[in-house]
């Protein structure tokens, strides 16, 4: 293995491991718990950059640009998901006047 950056080693990759794992969690409980389709789509977001968290943090610890490629990438996804999801809300919303998710069942008949 590399020489770890001395700025790096001051903070354990388990702090990074245990805060990206809590938000991760958060974010499971935001999609399961609620029922507006804003706040669900803010809790998948929430997933997402705790994944590219842990991401970043491997690959900071173990000097290997690789990592931080793929969160760039991912967060050029992100962006274009949030720009579709946010339209496909908007539209659900002037359609039936809700965002419940337990409205939408409408859609299947």
Known sequence: MQSIPEIIRT???THYIILSSALFCI???GVLTRRNAIIVFMAIEL???????????????YSDPAGQIF?????????AEVAVGLA???MIYRNIQSIDIGVLNKLKN
């Open 27 to 29: 974010g499971i409980m």
């Open 47 to 61: 997933m997402l950059n705790a994944v590219n968290l842990l991401l970043a943090a491997f690959s900071s610890y």
């Open 88 to 90: 496909i809300i908007v």
């Open 71 to 79: 969160v760039f990438f991912i967060m050029a996804v992100a962006a």
């Open 11 to 13: 903070i354990p990759l």
